[in-house]
């Protein structure tokens, strides 16, 4: 829906998230200082061709010198948080737009965007509490996994059971996203 329509300001990192028809990206600015030294000593990174090679980045990052054994770096970062394709599902249901993403264990991880009064959006993560008790009282039908000597529990609700884990307000807040206004300026809002 358009109300989501929009770009916002991440409150945990001043990132900006663009939200459109068709998928909300996240545009983010990183800068950090470092010794050259620690650059040497780092696995898979290095300075090379005018630039700072990270580790686990295909491109080249710009740095300058801030004196002669220490630089500062700028990281620009564009990523595609969501957007419609097989693996990626969003559901408006009560006024709550419902951002469900299969991961590469096959199992389904849902966001919740939340708009408030005031014009912001409230992002969350659905989380049940892995605790016997507690997923029993939303369902009966589950399947537990072991991950590093704890218990993972995976639910497949039916919309009842779903309506329990909103009900029981199981959301892990991750963000406040707040609009930004550009109407006095010339940026352009990207239209993707």
Not at 16 to 31: F, N, Q
Not at 160 to 172: C, G, K, S
Request: net charge negative.
């Amino acid at each position: 829906p358009v109300l989501f329509h929009g770009v916002f300001m991440c409150e945990s990192d001043s990132s900006r998230i663009y939200i459109g028809k068709y998928s909300a990206v996240k545009e983010s600015y990183y800068e950090f200082v470092t010794s050259l030294q620690k650059v040497r000593e780092s696995e898979d990174c290095s300075i090379a061709a005018g630039g700072l090679y990270l580790p686990g980045r295909k491109e080249c990052v710009p740095f300058e010198y801030v004196n002669e054994d220490s630089i500062s770096a700028k990281v620009y970062e564009l990523d595609t948080i969501f957007a419609f394709k097989d693996k990626q599902v969003a559901k408006y249901y009560k006024g709550h737009l419902f951002l469900n993403e299969q991961n590469d264990n096959k199992n389904w991880v849902t966001w919740l965007l939340s708009p408030q009064e005031d014009g912001r959006l409230v992002l969350d993560l659905i989380v049940v509490p892995d605790k016997k008790k507690e997923v029993e009282e939303i369902t009966f039908d589950y399947e537990t996994v072991k991950e590093k000597e704890k218990v993972k529990f995976i639910i497949n609700p039916t919309l009842v059971e779903f309506e329990r884990i909103l009900d029981r307000e199981y959301f892990l807040e991750c963000d406040i996203l707040t609009p930004v206004n550009f109407e006095n300026s010339h940026f352009q809002v990207p239209v993707f």
